[in-house]
Structures are given as C-alpha cells and as structure tokens.
C-alpha cells in the first residue's frame, strides 16, 4: 500500500531549500531598504548641519560686522560673510530653480546638462584608464622585476600637477593627435587628463590585488596544472576584485575632479569646469550661481561613488573578501 | 606498480648561495595502492617538501620521483593526484557546489556532469545541504571537508594532505579522522599525509614515516596494523603501543 506521508512534503529538502531561499531573499530586500533609508536620513541630516553650520557662521560674522566699530580687531580677522561671500543656503538652493539671463532653461537642468557633458568625458577617460590601470597591474605582476624598475615611475607620474600636464596635452591634441582615425576633440584631451587620475589607483591596487591569493591557492592552481589564464580568471582576477573595486570608488570621483580641471585650462566648450569658471568671472552679479554649480560639481562626483558601490555589490557579493582562510 | 616511487630524491634550495638549506638528504619510498601513509617529524624536517616533491609543485635536485609509474611532472599534468593542504583554501567567491566544480572545470568537464559530480562529493562528505553556501558561512571543519570533496572530486588515485586538519579544534579533528578514513576506504584512493600529531598519525595510517631533522630523510618506517578503526581503537592498548613507538623513534631523530 502506498503511504502517504504529509510531513514528508512539508520535509522534502527541495521544498525547503525554495522555501529558505525565499525568506531569505525576502530578509536581503528588508535590509536593503533598512539600509539605504538609514544612509539617506544620515546624509540628510550631515546636509542640514553643514547648512546650519554655514548660516550660522554667517549670521555671527554678519552681527561682529554690523558692530564693527566695537568689534575692530576680530572683524579685521574674520574672514567676510556678507552676502558676495558667502550668498545665504536659501538664495543657492534657490538658484536652482531660477532662470539666469539671457537662458531659456532653469538653472538646475543648464547645470545638469553641463554634468553630462562631464560626466561623458570622465565615464572615456575612466574606462581608458581602468584598461591601461589593469594592464600595467598585470604586466608587474607577471615580472617581478618590472615592478621594481617601473612602478617608481608609475608613482613618479602622479607627482607632476595636473594644472601644468593640463593645458599641455590640449595644445598637443589640437596639434598632434593626428594619427587617429578620428578627429580630435578637445574633450578627447579632458578624458586623457581624467584617464592620468584613474589609471594610477588602478594599477597600485590592481596590482595588490592580483598578488593577494595566498600561496596554497596558488599551489592548488599549479597542483591542477592549470595555466596561466585559467590562474588568472579563476583565482587571481575574482581575489584582486574587492581591491579593485575600492580603487575604482577612488578613480570614479578622481576621473570627475579630473575632467572639471582639464575643462578649466582647456578651451572644451561646455562641462562643469567650463561653468564654475564662467560663474567665477561673473561672480559679483551672481556668486550664488558659483556655490550652486560647485554644489553641482559635488553631486556628480557623489552620483559616480554610488554607482561604483552599485556595481561593486553586484559584482563582488557579500561572501568575497579575497581567497577563504 | 608503484603509485609513488621516489629514488635517491635530494632537495638543496637556493643552491650555491650564502642562504643554501638542504631541506632533503637522499629519500627512498615507494608506496603502494591503496595504503595510507603518514609523514611525521619535527618542525622543519621537510615533510611538506617531500609531498611537494611527489605533488611535483617543486622538482628533486637529485634524484627521481615517480607517480603511478611516470615522473611527477608528468602525474601532474596528467591530475594523477588531488591535493589538501592545512587552510582549506576555499575560493570565498564560490558557492560550496563551485569550489568542488573547480577543477572539474579546468579539465573540461561538461555542465551537467560537474553538477552530478560535486552532489555526489557533498554526498560523500556529508555536506549536501549546504551546497549553495558560501564557505565563509561554513565551520572551519566543514570547510576542510569541502576541501577534501574537491581534492577527490575528479577521482584521482592519490591524495596529498598537508596537515589538513592542523587548524581544527580536537573534537573536530577526531571527527574528520573517522570521516577521512571512511572515504578512504569507499573510495580505495593511496594517501599521503603530513601531520605533526602522533596519535592522528596512528589512528589514521598504515604506515607512519618519521622523518628527521634537516636535513630530512625518513629514519624509521613504523608499520600499524590495528585493523578497523573505530571509538573503540583509541583506548586500545595496541593503540597506545603504537603511540609509544612513534615517539620513541621521534625522540631519536632529535637527539
């Protein structure tokens, strides 16, 4: 006869595992939301404190100000905090929404459109510099020495300011940058100024990362006569991740301050640099229109961190912290 | 034939220079199929040397090393032998089923057939319901044994253990003791195994190598005929006899 057994289906390990991967699934998206509720309330709180923190200082300079002549010595040293030198939270956050002379557009949609012309020039220069990065990191890892002869050099390259290479490789890309297939643009040389910031971290912590399995996975590998690429997919790329990715959060907002300065001391037509500097020259008639497009500035490069993390959660998972112990 | 056949095998590292240790002085040992072999001795005696020279990761100065009848080198690339070492060594960015896959994977293995594989490995060390974990959420014993399930995984002939079970707290280790010697004899595979305990030596071996100190040769072969092995042995006075001669001969070798 056959038996049938109730608890035997409740108890059937399939049933189970689908049952335990759905809590646990569901557990994953609750902590998830917990989280970024808990990061956003944080960061909105820090917002608020910078910004009581700002007013407030104002408001003091504004009072030692308004008794200047009780006040002399300290209001000759305060730093001013009128209204040209540090404009009130209200009227920057208030910019946004404003449309400036002479635009059809309200200022928050010029300033990002300006963040997507950057945003275009970093994202090129930060994927040049993410493959020239991995490569160099590859290359000294394979010979030992050629880490000893180059990576000084390496080191050596972000030693030089990047106001001086700026205005340098522009002049050389409207000149010389010939030999492509293309024609050159000027953003072409802002994305070679941001590459030079990303490749560097890149390359020291792809570096680090590539030489971080421990000797036994090493052995195992070798016990498997696995060869060199089948070494590098499964064991040495996926153990250099976590440190890749904590040098790509570095290259991301790097590759953006990059861009913004290589806008400045380049004749690119557009982008945030282009901005802030054409806000700086007219800062007597608008400085809350500097402050805001710097807070644009800001928020790009906070917008690129996210991202990398974004990715680096998908990609990297919870479980990896390099090769087990 | 032979699995292991090792002649006349020295091993000088950094030969020549200021920093030159001669980590093995003339090694002979040959091993039979189905046998299980221990390496003991002091620190720094070259046990792990030697298993590297058989496991071909590092090469003889002198001297031949053969695996089932070929030269090490060859076994190697031919993945005559599965290897453990004291840190399960576990690829964290793998589930449990994938570390197993390993080197089923790189020997080409098909889809299916590493699935069917590494369930019936987790089967055999018992770890079947944790096949999609990750080992970070596994015990330090559990995660040996995922070892020893990926060491066994593509059915080689010999299995290497370097002190796999060094880092396990005593329960544990006594535990993995009995599981090893299980699969051991389901699966009829020859092993050679570095330890430094004497007890674990005993328990698990049928021949127990003490080795001296460096530079290292095997000064006595201690053979242990205890038959099956069970709670029981571990009280056993032939146990402890056997205990006693290990250690006297490892008193020797000190001296």
């Not at chain 2, 590092?58 to 290897?83: C, F, H, W």
């Not at chain 2, 089923?97 to 594989?117: A, Q, V």
């Amino acid at each position: 006869m056959a038996k049938i057994d109730i608890g035997a289906v409740a108890d059937d390990p399939l049933v189970r595992e689908h049952r335990l991967k759905q809590q646990a699934a569901q557990e994953e998206r609750r902590d998830a939301v917990v989280r970024i509720v808990r990061q956003t309330v944080t960061f909105a709180l820090f917002l608020a404190l910078l910004a009581g923190l700002y007013t407030g200082y104002k408001a003091f300079g504004q009072a030692i100000d308004d008794r200047q002549h009780d006040w002399a010595v300290v209001g000759s040293v305060l730093p001013r905090t009128d209204d040209l030198n540090m404009p009130p939270v209200s009227e920057i956050f208030g910019q946004f929404g404003e449309t400036p002379g002479g635009q059809d557009q309200i200022y928050v949609k010029i300033l990002f459109d300006e963040a997507l012309f950057t945003l275009r020039e970093a994202f090129a220069g930060f994927m040049v510099g993410l493959v020239i990065g991995m490569a160099i990191a590859l290359a000294l890892a394979q010979w030992r020495r050629l880490e000893q002869g180059l990576l000084p050099y390496v080191i050596a390259s972000q030693t030089i300011p990047l106001i001086a290479i700026a205005p340098i490789i522009v002049i050389w890309g409207r000149k010389n940058f010939d030999i492509f297939p293309w024609e050159w643009q000027d953003w072409m040389s802002v994305s070679i100024i941001a590459t030079y910031l990303t490749f560097f971290p890149v390359a020291v912590n792809g570096l680090r990362g590539l030489q971080s399995p421990r000797p036994e996975n090493q052995e195992l590998m070798e016990s498997y006569a696995a060869n060199w690429s089948q070494t590098l997919w499964r064991l040495r790329l996926p153990a250099s991740l976590p440190y890749l990715f904590a040098a790509l959060k570095i290259a991301a907002t790097a590759s953006i301050v990059g861009a913004i300065v290589g806008e400045i001391s380049s004749g690119v037509s557009g982008g945030l640099g282009r901005r802030i500097l054409s806000e700086a020259f007219n800062y007597t008639t608008g400085p809350d229109r500097l402050f805001a497009s710097v807070l644009g500035a800001a928020v790009l490069g906070i917008f690129v961190f996210l991202v990398v993390t974004g990715v680096e959660r998908l990609v990297v998972g919870r479980h990896s912290r390099g090769a087990a112990a | 034939m032979n699995v292991i056949d090792i002649q006349g095998a020295t091993k000088v590292f950094n030969p020549g220079r200021s920093n030159q240790v001669e980590a093995l002085a003339e090694i002979d040992l040959a091993v039979e199929p189905g046998e299980f072999i221990t390496l003991i001795g002091p620190s720094g005696c070259g046990k792990s040397t030697l298993l590297r020279l058989i496991a071909s990761l590092i090469s003889p100065s002198t001297g031949s090393v053969e695996v089932n009848a070929k030269p090490a080198e060859q076994a190697r690339l031919d993945r005559d032998y599965g290897m453990a070492f004291q840190t399960a060594g576990l690829f964290d960015w793998r589930t449990v089923t994938k570390n197993i896959e390993l080197p089923l994977e790189l020997m080409g293995w098909s889809k299916g057939n590493r699935r069917r594989r590494a369930a019936e490995m987790l089967e055999l060390v018992k770890l079947s319901d944790f096949a999609k974990h990750h080992p970070s959420e596994l015990s330090g014993g559990m995660q040996q044994r995922v070892a020893i399930a990926r060491a066994l995984a593509f059915s080689p002939s010999l299995l290497l253990m370097d002190e796999p079970f060094g880092a396990l707290d005593e329960m544990t280790r006594e535990h993995m003791q009995d599981e090893l010697l299980r699969i051991w004899k389901e699966t009829g595979t020859t092993v050679v195994f570095v330890t430094h305990s004497i007890p674990e030596a005993v328990y698990l071996s049928t021949r127990v190598l003490v080795m001296s100190p460096r530079p290292g040769t095997i000064a006595s072969i201690i053979d242990v005929d205890l038959g099956g092995r069970s709670a029981a042995t571990r009280d056993d006075p032939a146990f402890f006899n056997k205990v006693t001669e290990v250690r006297v001969a490892l008193r020797k070798v000190e001296e």
